[in-house]
């Protein structure tokens, strides 16, 4: 069966423009999660969904960052005015509604800010 | 000093040694979720759990809640196992929000 499938699998840009990236999550998991990880950093949350909604949207860095999913299904991440401090690999991951549910990931998008 | 600390951050084994990799917490959880990333960078859910102990292969997690503490074990280690390996703590009430360590770096030689 299909894994969570993210797009671009890499993604270079010009600082100032806007980048959209998208994830697919594992048909029938409810929840929906995006991670980023810094060159050289760790792990770190941004926002979830439940569903189409976000409960927690926390972890956004700042108000150029958005996230909506639709249709309880695909999600896109979106980055306005990119700036380099945004270059990353962002990961999404998707489960089963409830909190002993382990969360499965996808291989990341790639981004870079030149 | 972060929720979910880490140790050790490096570590190197022979093939066939035994391994601990530590992860200590300080908030409130639900779950703690042990994950290994590939040196191409592909995440992999390896362990999540509440209580007790888990077993899979050679690997095995425990998890302390009273002492808000828990271990990865990897016994009869080989090269494949080189892989960052991450401890990741949901918080409890009403948010699947993980919190992650900062890795540990395993590199095992043949």
């Known amino acids: 069966g299909a894994g969570v499938s993210q797009s671009p699998s890499n993604k270079v840009t010009e600082k100032g423009k806007d980048v959209e990236l998208r994830c697919d999550p594992i048909s029938g998991h409810t929840a929906l999660y995006w991670y980023r990880q810094s060159l050289g950093q760790g792990l770190e949350f941004l926002i979830y969904?439940?569903?189409?909604?976000?409960?927690?949207k926390s972890g956004l860095p700042s108000d150029r960052f958005s996230a909506e999913r639709t249709g309880g299904s695909v999600s896109t991440l979106t980055i306005q005015r990119t700036q380099q401090e945004d270059s990353a690999v962002y990961l999404c991951a998707s489960s089963f509604l409830g909190s002993n549910q382990p969360q499965h990931f996808g291989d990341g998008t790639r981004l870079s800010i030149l | 000093k972060n929720e979910v600390e880490q140790s050790p951050q490096n570590l190197t084994a022979q093939e066939g040694e035994f391994i601990t990799i530590n992860c200590s917490y300080s908030?409130?959880?639900?779950?703690l979720h042990w994950l290994q990333q590939h040196p191409g960078g592909g995440i992999v859910s390896l362990f999540m759990?509440?209580?007790g102990k888990k077993k899979h292969g050679r690997l095995i997690a425990t998890i302390n809640i009273q002492e808000k503490h828990s271990s990865l074990h990897i016994t009869a280690s080989h090269p494949r196992d080189s892989a960052v390996y991450i401890c990741a703590a949901l918080r409890a009430y009403n948010t699947d929000k993980l919190i992650f360590g900062t890795g540990t770096r395993l590199q095992v030689f043949p």
């Open positions: 759990l509440s209580s």
């Open positions: 969904f439940q569903g189409n909604s976000a409960p927690d």
């Open positions: 908030v409130g959880i639900s779950a």
